[in-house]
């Protein structure tokens, strides 16, 4: 059997949440929920960590939430490092929601996170560069400028992959 359990997460997870929307300037638009896949044969019971493919969750968006207030989703680690992962708002007959696809269990918020690069802000590609920077994809070169017409490396060009697939950065070759 498969075993999938959505909660809120305990006390402590949800200091860490705290803390890492605090200090990444993130506001929280929806309560963080804890999403965890277990496998169950009788006595035996192992949690499923990783995923070959991305797994759909979706979290409900209160109603008083003006859906525009949404920037991504992200994953909060134990440590408190936060990582956007792939999301889309969606609207259900009437009910707006985030759909949130990621390769791993984890605790997941909503939040609003806009951000804006001053160089960028009369540059042809001036919405997709901060919306990118906003979902926590890009980084920019530094003091709220992106140098939108600097030419970029192989190492940013994959760090700026990673990132929007919400993959989780490990140490290895």
């Known amino acids: ?9 305990t006390t402590n997870t949800l200091k860490v949440v705290g803390s890492a929307a605090a200090n990444g300037e993130l506001a929280l638009v929806a309560q963080p929920l804890n999403f965890t896949v277990k496998a ?13 493919a991305y797994v759909e969750r979706t979290i409900a968006i209160p109603d008083e939430v003006d859906p525009s207030k949404i920037t991504t989703g992200v994953v909060v680690e134990e440590d408190g490092a936060v990582r956007h992962v792939p999301t889309k ?7 707006y929601e985030a759909q949130i696809n990621s390769l791993t269990n984890s605790t997941y918020a909503v939040v609003w996170h806009p951000l804006e690069f001053t160089d960028a802000a009369n540059h042809w590609g001036k919405n997709a560069i901060n919306d990118m920077g906003s979902r926590m994809v890009v980084d920019g070169t530094g003091n709220g400028m992106f140098t ?22 490990e140490n290895g070759a």
């Open 1 to 9: 059997k498969v075993r999938i359990e959505i909660a809120v997460p």
């Open 40 to 52: 169950v044969y009788g006595d035996k019971i192992v949690e499923v960590t990783k995923f070959d």
């Open 89 to 95: 708002v969606r609207n259900i007959n009437g009910k």
């Open 148 to 169: 939108p017409d600097r030419e970029i490396t192989r190492a940013e060009f994959t760090a700026i992959i990673v990132r929007g697939l919400g993959l989780k950065l």
